[in-house]
């Protein structure tokens, strides 16, 4: 789509009101699915369902999930034996699974699956007996869960100015990796360093960085030179979030500001602006965006325009666990059925 210029830095005294509104924006399919894992968990087998970690990094959908039963931890030593514990969409090391077992608990693993697809990528090349470099940021959980799946083989490459720090056992059997909410550009720079250090560098089969990161990234170049402000909607733990503000800045957008709830946005980020670009994270509720929306036009910008960068048709079925019986959910998780069980799985034969 074409956008017109209007921003007030271009266009001067007078330029109209307006918001360019991003499409696609908002919760991506692996959100959904880890959403509807919790909320059928709590609908089928009663509450408390236990989450590790956020299920999605988003204040809202946490605080909307707690309210229905769900309890969130950040490790499973937290959590009575005998209760369920779903696992977050960000992914978690096998030695998580080890410790719910330990723990004797029944385990739903709403890991997205395009985070799962990266997991098997490390596997297959730690059993082929490459380094895996990957592409990531420090500390965050998807990361955690993918440098778990092959302790000691993947080395983490935080940035272009980490490749020269790396290092490995064999310069000819490297092999690289990314976490799948980067910013697609920064990521393309690195690997090109790591491809210039190490020749015989492998690329992962298909691209690591998913559908709906990419999306929201290529709308946001489309709307960021004529956006005199970007409010992007998500939380501040969202990799995917942060990263569209950083897009937005980077591709011409005056300021960007990330907000979880529209009454943070600040009145004096409007003086003197024309052109609002407005998007959201792969993790938030569209009703924070419309909350957004509302509060922009109450302030005069109500003229909302539509700004596409394709559509999306993806979709992912719910954890196949949670066609079980919670009997046969401690059993298939290999943790021991609790007493109250016991009588359940008898009955059932
Ligand atoms: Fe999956 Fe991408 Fe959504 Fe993360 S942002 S949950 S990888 S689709």
Redesign the pocket.
């Given at each position: 789509m074409e956008i017109p210029e209007g921003r007030a830095g271009v266009s001067g005294e007078g330029s109209r009101r307006r918001v360019l509104l991003a499409v696609p924006r908002g919760?991506?399919?692996?959100?959904d699915?880890?959403v509807a894992a919790v909320e059928n968990a709590l609908e089928q087998y009663g509450a408390p369902v236990y989450v590790r970690k956020q299920i999605?990094h988003n204040k809202y959908v946490v605080r909307s999930l707690e309210r229905q039963g769900a309890v969130f931890v950040e490790e499973t030593a937290e959590i009575p034996e005998g209760s369920i514990v779903v696992f977050s969409?960000?992914g978690v090391a096998p030695s998580v699974h080890d410790e719910a077992r330990r723990g004797k608990l029944a385990t739903i693993d709403a890991t997205?699956?395009?985070?799962t697809k990266v997991h098997k990528e490390a596997v297959r090349f730690a059993e082929e007996g490459y380094d895996i470099l990957l592409i990531g940021h420090e500390g965050h959980e998807?990361v955690i869960g993918t440098m778990g799946q092959a302790p000691g083989r993947i080395h983490l490459v935080d940035g272009p100015e980490d490749v020269l720090k790396v290092q490995v056992r064999d310069a000819s059997k490297v092999a690289w990796l990314s976490q799948?909410?980067l910013s697609v550009d920064e990521t393309v720079a690195t690997a090109v360093r790591l491809g210039e250090r190490f020749p015989a560098l492998v690329s992962p089969p298909s691209d690591d960085i998913?559908?709906?990161?990419q999306n929201r990234q290529s709308v946001v170049k489309q709307i960021a030179p004529a956006s005199d402000l970007l409010i992007v909607v998500g939380s501040k733990n969202s990799s995917?979030s942060v990263r569209l503000v950083e897009v937005g800045l980077g591709h011409g957008a005056r300021a960007a500001h990330l907000v979880d709830f529209a009454d943070e946005i600040d009145e004096r980020w409007l003086e003197g602006i024309a052109t609002i670009g407005v998007t959201s994270g792969?993790?938030v509720p569209e009703v924070l965006v419309q909350d957004v929306l509302a509060w922009l036009a109450e302030r005069g910008w109500d003229d909302v325009q539509s700004v596409h960068s394709g559509t999306e048709t993806?979709q992912f079925s719910l954890p196949r666990e949670l066609q079980r019986t919670r009997a046969e959910l401690f059993q298939t998780s290999g943790s021991d059925l609790p007493t109250s069980l016991v009588d359940e799985q008898e009955a059932s034969g």
């Open positions: 919760s991506c399919a692996g959100v699915r880890a999605v969409a960000h997205c699956p395009l985070v998807e799948t909410t998913c559908y709906a990161t995917n792969a993790s993806q």
